[in-house]
Nanobody, 123 residues
Framework: QVQLVESGEGLVQAGGSLRLSCGAS????????MGWFREAPGRHREFVAA????????SYDDSVKGRFTITRDNAKNTMYLQMNSLNPEDTAVYYC????????????????WGQGTQVTVSS
């Protein structure tokens, strides 16, 4: 059974930092494109960041570029999202996702999703 499990949820003040983790069981993350999405109340799930399985290249939504960093540790079968300079607009449930296709991942059609983890940023 494939599972993606996010961790690292928290409440931080504006300007603070958090690191989210996404661990996998039942699949080898190094063979998948990986990404993070987020969903705020009343909004659609939106793309945050992605990392390519083959060359490790990364992409980010403009709203987080320069503040968030996506990485992966294949030995630990875990992906991370380091979030710095957080602001209240970053408040959302964050989901990790894994896909065999980057196009599918970016279109929210990934093979696998985690259950989500809450990030709350206070002003």
């Amino acid at each position: 059974q494939v599972q993606l499990v996010e961790s690292g949820e928290g409440l931080v003040q504006a300007g603070g930092s958090l690191r989210l983790s996404c661990g996998a069981s039942g699949l080898t993350l190094s063979r998948y494109h990986m990404g993070w999405f987020r969903e705020a109340p009343g909004r659609h799930r939106e793309f945050v960041a992605a990392i390519n399985w083959s060359d490790g290249s990364t992409s980010y939504d403009d709203s987080v570029k320069g503040r968030f960093t996506i990485t992966r540790d294949n030995a630990k079968n875990t992906m991370y999202l380091q979030m710095n300079s957080l602001n209240p607009e970053d408040t959302a449930v964050y989901y990790c996702t894994a896909s065999t296709s980057m196009i599918m991942l970016r279109s929210r059609s990934s093979n696998y999703w985690g259950q989500g983890t809450q990030v709350t940023v206070s002003s």
